[in-house]
């Protein structure tokens, strides 16, 4: 019992020591990374269809947007098994990062999916 | 301003699906020929030497903690000392490279190549847009612009009564140069054109010097604070060991 005890209060301690490591293998961090900006541009490109599908105008098209981003970080979030920081070194990489790079490919989609069933 | 404009059904299936659909086939085509016409030259070896010595040096400062320090003493000794130090370069030397780079033709005609598959067929798409397509209004922007977007989204109509979020052809044309950026990254995987023209920019400059980039590696080298990380490794072992066991 003691020595039980005791093995799980080192295997504590020292993991706490290896948490506060910085330990990076940055090729699989920058995949991670690229991981990230195919999800976002991918739900972009979808988002944009299914705003113009449903005919969205203005505002609330852009907020649909931010919407579309929220929903994509809850889900890497979740495809992360909710620790972070075993994949990704801080949370702005996977709440801020992309944020609007996929804006472009969203707005020419909206409108292309949104000329095609709304305005003709 | 104005009221809604009712635009023919035969433009769209003319003209902004069309359009796309090219525009996408154009540069999935140009990617293709751009890979085509990649010509495997064959580096130097010096260069080659130089760029893993950095890449060695590299690793060896990220993971400075995790050797004994009198390990990592040596391995700085080896990269960085003054005499015969693999990052150690020689005064003279410095301007070889970059006077070698500026006369080596292959590399000229290869970023010619690739200048050259980038901006036929944006010439030559536009030119097809400018000539079956142009002066009428193609599609509608689903939100509301200010005047200033005018030039810009109404390129080949000159009336200014019509509404801003009306696009000419020749501006979807635009539009879909800029947003199709993330298709393409996605259908065509990482390496796609838009990457290259990136690329490109970064070496037209000859901004790449491998000595200068060997002093660097040195210089962020000689500053690493080293502190051994895995004192402690051995208790951990001990105990996960335990845990096997047990």
Same mark, same amino acid.
């Given at each position: 019992?003691?020595?039980?005890?005791?093995?799980?209060?080192?295997?504590?301690?020292?993991?706490?020591?290896?948490?506060?490591?910085?330990?990076?293998?940055?090729?699989?961090?920058?995949?991670?990374?690229?991981?990230?900006?195919?999800?976002?541009?991918?739900?972009?490109?979808?988002?944009?269809?299914?705003?113009?599908?449903?005919?969205?105008?203005?505002?609330?098209?852009?907020?649909?947007?931010?919407?579309?981003?929220?929903?994509?970080?809850?889900?890497?979030?979740?495809?992360?098994?909710?620790?972070?920081?075993?994949?990704?070194?801080?949370?702005?990489?996977?709440?801020?990062?992309?944020?609007?790079?996929?804006?472009?490919?969203?707005?020419?989609?909206?409108?292309?999916?949104?000329?095609?069933?709304?305005?003709? | 301003?104005?009221?809604?404009?009712?635009?023919?059904?035969?433009?769209?299936?003319?003209?902004?699906?069309?359009?796309?659909?090219?525009?996408?086939?154009?540069?999935?085509?140009?990617?293709?020929?751009?890979?085509?016409?990649?010509?495997?030259?064959?580096?130097?070896?010096?260069?080659?030497?130089?760029?893993?010595?950095?890449?060695?040096?590299?690793?060896?400062?990220?993971?400075?903690?995790?050797?004994?320090?009198?390990?990592?003493?040596?391995?700085?000794?080896?990269?960085? #000392?003054?005499?015969?130090?693999?990052?150690?370069?020689?005064?003279?030397?410095?301007? #070889?490279?970059?006077?070698?780079?500026?006369?080596?033709?292959?590399?000229?005609?290869?970023?010619?190549?690739?200048?050259?598959?980038?901006?036929?067929?944006?010439?030559?798409?536009?030119?097809?847009?400018?000539?079956?397509?142009?002066?009428?209004?193609?599609?509608?922007?689903?939100?509301?612009?200010?005047?200033?977007?005018?030039?810009?989204?109404? #390129?080949?109509?000159?009336?200014?009564?019509?509404?801003?979020?009306?696009?000419?052809?020749?501006?979807?044309?635009?539009? #879909?140069?800029?947003?199709?950026?993330?298709?393409?990254?996605?259908?065509?995987?990482?390496?796609?054109?838009?990457?290259?023209?990136?690329?490109?920019?970064?070496?037209?400059?000859?901004?790449?010097?491998?000595?200068?980039?060997?002093?660097?590696?040195?210089?962020?080298?000689?500053?690493?604070?080293?502190?051994?990380?895995?004192?402690?490794?051995?208790?951990?072992?001990?105990?996960?060991?335990?845990?096997?066991?047990?």
């Amino acid at each position: 019992m003691a020595g039980h005890d005791d093995s799980g209060a080192s295997e504590k301690k020292s993991s706490e020591a290896i948490n506060d490591l910085p330990t990076f293998n940055a090729e699989n961090m920058q995949n991670n990374m690229r991981v990230i900006y195919y999800s976002r541009t991918f739900m972009s490109i979808i988002g944009g269809f299914i705003a113009g599908i449903w005919g969205f105008t203005s505002l609330m098209g852009f907020i649909f947007y931010f919407l579309i981003m929220a929903i994509t970080s809850v889900g890497l979030t979740a495809k992360a098994g909710f620790t972070i920081h075993s994949y990704f070194d801080s949370w702005n990489r996977i709440i801020l990062d992309g944020f609007l790079g996929g804006l472009m490919s969203f707005v020419l989609f909206w409108t292309f999916s949104y000329d095609i069933v709304h305005i003709f | 301003m104005a009221e809604d404009l009712v635009l023919d059904t035969a433009i769209r299936d003319w003209v902004l699906i069309p359009l796309s659909v090219v525009m996408v086939l154009i540069g999935v085509l140009r990617y293709f020929v751009s890979k085509l016409m990649r010509s495997s030259q064959s580096p130097d070896a010096k260069i080659i030497k130089e760029g893993q010595v950095i890449i060695r040096a590299r690793n060896l400062r990220a993971g400075a903690n995790f050797i004994p320090p009198k390990s990592f003493r040596a391995r700085r000794a080896y990269f960085s #000392n003054e005499e015969n130090g693999l990052l150690f370069v020689p005064k003279g030397q410095a301007q #070889n490279a970059q006077a070698q780079m500026f006369s080596d033709p292959n590399m000229a005609m290869d970023m010619m190549k690739k200048n050259l598959s980038m901006i036929i067929p944006q010439t030559l798409t536009f030119a097809w847009v400018n000539f079956f397509f142009s002066g009428f209004v193609a599609a509608k922007i689903p939100f509301p612009l200010t005047q200033r977007f005018r030039s810009m989204l109404q #390129n080949g109509i000159d009336l200014s009564t019509v509404d801003v979020s009306y696009v000419s052809s020749r501006s979807w044309y635009f539009l #879909n140069l800029f947003g199709l950026r993330g298709l393409f990254s996605l259908i065509l995987g990482e390496e796609n054109a838009t990457d290259d023209t990136q690329r490109m920019m970064q070496m037209s400059g000859f901004g790449f010097d491998p000595s200068k980039s060997l002093g660097a590696e040195k210089d962020g080298l000689d500053i690493v604070q080293h502190e051994w990380a895995l004192p402690k490794f051995e208790q951990r072992a001990e105990a996960v060991l335990k845990k096997l066991v047990s």
